[in-house]
């Protein structure tokens, strides 16, 4: 379960650290940045399941659901247009089957942090990515939020990479202009490896070495947003709906349909049968 998001200089946020429970309402007026928050994790999404590029700029994304976030210029993701890049943070507490694992008991929860922007050459680029597991009683944040560090948001961004590790953190993986080291979370097995600079690290785990970050791999891949389009919903449901609940709710007859037919072929339980 993810347990805190954080996005600095991501749209019209400029610095938000959120802790999250299992149930969480977002309240505001609009333009305050509700579905910007949400939308720091649909990013994460699509950078890991695509790439960064096509999660800015859709980018040869032949799928019904992607929404490029901009058609023309990367600085339309930055706070105020300021800056050259923008971070993504999350920490997430790991299951019970996760902590099974001999080697992994200790650890109850991951951090993983990812900065975007443009290199010196202004291509778009991952200029750093980092993923740690945290052992029980150690804090999870990179950072303390002071004050004079907002009034220079890369300064700020800067301060998330180059902070010293805080004790009961082990590094899993770092990138950093293309170039990814990997550490084994169950053995001393550890590798460099040159990746795509529009790649993520974490999309390159495997299951048998990396059993908490392919979790976390897994977690981020399955994020969805459900918006509910009115007129959508208004109009009349075409027959060749399908009965898997869209996203936009336009087929919500089928589904209703379909749960009741599903309902009425149950029989009640028993505890004599």
């Not at 953190?169 to 550490?183: D, M, N, P, S």
């Not at 089928?254 to 149950?266: A, D, H, P, T, Y």
Request: hydrophobic share 40%; aromatic share 10%; glycine share 6%.
């Amino acid at each position: 379960m993810i347990i805190q998001l954080e996005a600095y200089n991501y749209k019209c946020l400029k610095a938000v650290r959120q802790p999250l429970g299992r149930f969480h309402v977002l309240i505001g007026r609009n333009g305050s940045g509700k579905s910007t928050f949400l939308d720091a994790l649909l990013f994460l999404r699509d950078a890991l399941t695509l790439d960064i590029e096509t999660a800015v700029f859709g980018v040869d994304a032949d799928i019904d659901w992607f929404v490029p976030r901009t058609q023309k210029d990367f600085r339309d993701l930055l706070h105020r247009g300021v800056g050259k890049s923008f971070t993504l943070a999350i920490v997430a507490a790991l299951p019970q089957s996760v902590r099974e694992n001999p080697k992994l008991s200790h650890y109850d929860r991951c951090r993983y942090q990812v900065r975007v922007g443009v290199d010196e050459t202004g291509e778009l680029e991952v200029l750093s990515e980092q993923l740690w597991l945290i052992e029980e009683g150690a804090v999870h944040e990179a950072i303390e939020m002071q004050q004079g560090l907002f009034e220079d948001i890369e300064a700020l961004q800067d301060s998330l990479w180059k902070q010293r590790k805080p004790k009961g953190w082990k590094r899993v993986l770092r990138q950093e202009e293309r170039h990814a080291h990997f550490w084994s979370e169950v053995s001393r097995w550890n590798f460099p490896h040159t990746i795509s600079p529009t790649r993520l690290a974490l999309s390159f785990v495997d299951e048998d070495r990396f059993p908490a970050s392919s979790w976390l791999k897994e977690l981020l891949s399955d994020v969805y947003s459900l918006q509910l389009n009115p007129r959508r919903m208004r109009e009349p449901c075409p027959a060749t709906a399908g009965e898997d609940f869209a996203l936009d709710g336009s087929n919500m007859p089928k589904v209703v349909w379909k749960g009741r037919q599903m309902k009425s072929s149950c029989r009640p339980f028993s505890s004599g049968q």
